[in-house]
């Protein structure tokens, strides 16, 4: 996955941001609880649920409910399996026999001996561990285990100011560095824009906020003191 650079004028807050100040490829950032392969973000859900609960849960997530685009990423999935199923989020709803999947795949399809084979009864699609990854259609009723999937957010997409926002504060989580936070922040639905507060011992807090420097009083946004001290990012 392609890193980036900041200008030098940010040069500084490059340094606080990231954990190298040297490198333009940083390593690839996931929200709390998700795990990095390939480029991506994933989770597993710990409980259960049909295929249309996971895929609102997934996107509630900021992610979407996994399909897998390649034998390397099915066989992935395939290795956090727990249970007897994990929903993949193909299905032929709209044209009985047309199979679409969301994100694209590619067209990559998984599918075991003799399936899809359900009809207009079994419209969704799982994976099956104990047919060694392969798919089945099913009723979109199952119940099974989920697997989100998000992308890398890119720095380069927030607007970074030496500021903060008080007052709005949705959660705060110890953070490694800013990209850490504005992850967090994307992940999170109802998050609009963040505070990264920056200690002299390294300790960092992220405060995820539920405004904007826009929506909320111009009193509750306050310059840092020092700079840097504090950062604050939105789109």
């Not at 040069?11 to 996931?30: D, E, N, R, W, Y």
């Not at 049909?50 to 992935?76: D, F, H, I």
């Not at 199979?99 to 694209?104: A, N």
């Not at 504060?169 to 922040?185: D, G, H, K, W, Y």
Request: glycine share 8%; proline share 4%; aromatic share 10%.
């Amino acid at each position: 996955m392609g890193g980036f650079c900041l200008p030098s004028v940010l040069l500084v807050l490059f340094t606080i941001g990231m954990s190298s100040a040297h490198s333009c490829k940083p390593q690839m950032v996931c929200p709390f609880g998700w795990e990095s392969w390939g480029g991506s973000c994933y989770k597993l859900l710990e409980e259960t649920m049909t295929w249309q609960e996971g895929r609102l849960k997934c996107q509630e997530m900021g992610g979407e409910m996994v399909a897998p685009s390649s034998l390397e990423e099915n066989n992935y999935l395939l290795s956090k399996t727990i249970g007897n199923c994990i929903l993949i989020n193909c299905n032929d709803l709209e044209i009985e026999g047309q199979w679409v999947c969301t994100p694209d795949n590619g067209g990559y399809m998984n599918w075991n001996a003799y399936e899809p084979n359900g009809g207009t009864r079994e419209n969704c699609t799982v994976l099956v561990p104990s047919w060694s990854g392969k798919w089945n259609d099913v009723l979109c009723s199952k119940i099974c285990h989920v697997i989100c999937k998000g992308e890398e957010v890119k720095l380069k997409q927030w607007r970074l100011l030496a500021s903060c926002l008080i007052g709005h504060t949705l959660r705060e989580i110890p953070t490694s560095n800013v990209r850490a936070c504005a992850t967090e922040c994307h992940y999170d639905a109802r998050c609009r824009s963040f505070n990264v507060h920056h200690f002299g011992s390294g300790e960092r807090i992220c405060q995820l906020n539920s405004r904007t420097r826009y929506e909320a009083d111009h009193t509750q946004f306050v310059k840092s003191k020092k700079p840097f001290t504090c950062i604050y990012g939105e789109r």
